[in-house]
């Protein structure tokens, strides 16, 4: 029988990831680097060490080198989350990037119409960022990310998968000071396509499922020798607003070399810290860490590694 019942897919798939409960595409909402995340992952005016795009792809053009990041999350629930991002500048004013994040869920377990176990079924979304981005004063930039997308989900009898593409937009206002300002809109369109020929019934069933489109507000600033770094954000869908979004994270540097921090957002309480030494190159190398309180799931730990070249 190809009709499938998969107890505790719709548990797994409905916990949510970062922001916009219910809605697709959850996993490009949670955050990517440990140093985000320590701070709230609200650093849609923040140039990530590795992973800039992912927040702004209008920061690569301030990057001061090509850098590579990795990063892995320690999840409950038999959750995984890795991101890998590269970025490189493109002169004399444009700037290039290339990113994968991938998510999932392991340990399903499959069972027939009669309640017979079957296999243990794991579900997979991923997304491949192409970014450009052009400077157009030495203080003002735009960028584009253009998303791949895929959505696989395990069936007894194979998988089915969602395809899709998707857009963000953005702009970035950079100073010397790090008092930046950014306006970022995520997921222009982004969607998903499905085919359902085969696996319910004979008739052939296609259908789209949209992202929230989300609009951005970030800033940085220093308060007291604090670094602070946040943003607000509007959840659209449907054509209406769904919802609101408030992250604020802060970091605090000794010995210019050490890291604490502390942030909340998507629904997270998280505190984290950093390392910056010298591999090749006088501070080329950065190692993360957040520790990530996301209710009802459990603690989640993160680990990011960037690298300067």
């Not at 998510?103 to 176990?117: A, E, M, N």
């Not at 998280?270 to 010298?278: E, K, M, N, P, R």
Request: net charge neutral; proline share 3%; aromatic share 16%.
């Amino acid at each position: 029988m190809r009709k499938t019942y998969l107890t505790g897919l719709i548990f797994c798939l409905s916990i949510v990831w970062g922001g916009s409960q219910g809605y697709p595409g959850s996993f490009l909402r949670m955050g990517a680097s440990a140093r985000s995340m320590g701070m709230g992952s609200g650093f849609s005016a923040e140039i990530d060490h590795g992973f800039p795009a992912y927040h702004n792809p209008a920061s690569l053009v301030f990057l001061k080198s090509r850098e590579i990041g990795f990063s892995h999350h320690f999840l409950p629930l038999s959750r995984r989350f890795n991101s890998t991002s590269f970025s490189t500048a493109l002169p004399p004013t444009a700037a290039l990037g290339l990113a994968w994040v991938s998510s999932g869920t392991d340990k399903i377990d499959g069972r027939t119409s009669s309640g017979q176990h079957t296999q243990y079924l794991s579900t997979a979304e991923d997304a491949v960022f192409f970014t450009f981005a052009q400077k157009l004063t030495s203080w003002f930039s735009l960028g584009i990310n253009i998303k791949i997308l895929r959505h696989q989900l395990p069936m007894n009898t194979g998988s089915l998968t969602g395809k899709g593409t998707g857009f963000d937009m953005a702009v970035f206002v950079h100073t010397e000071k790090k008092a930046n300002l950014a306006f970022m809109i995520q997921d222009i369109n982004s969607r998903y396509h499905w085919n359902t020929d085969g696996f319910f019934d004979k008739n052939t069933r296609q259908y789209v499922e949209y992202f929230p489109t989300i609009y951005r507000l970030g800033t940085t600033f220093y308060y007291n020798d604090i670094y602070f770094a946040g943003d607000l954000g509007i959840i659209t869908a449907d054509e209406s607003v769904q919802g609101y979004s408030f992250r604020l994270g802060a970091e605090y540097t000794f010995r210019d070399k050490y890291y604490l921090r502390a942030g909340f957002g998507n629904g997270r309480i998280a505190v984290g810290a950093g390392l910056d030494w010298s591999f090749l190159k006088l501070d080329d190398a950065h190692l993360d860490y957040a520790f990530v309180l996301e209710a009802p799931a459990g603690l989640a730990h993160v680990f990011t590694y960037a690298f300067s070249f």
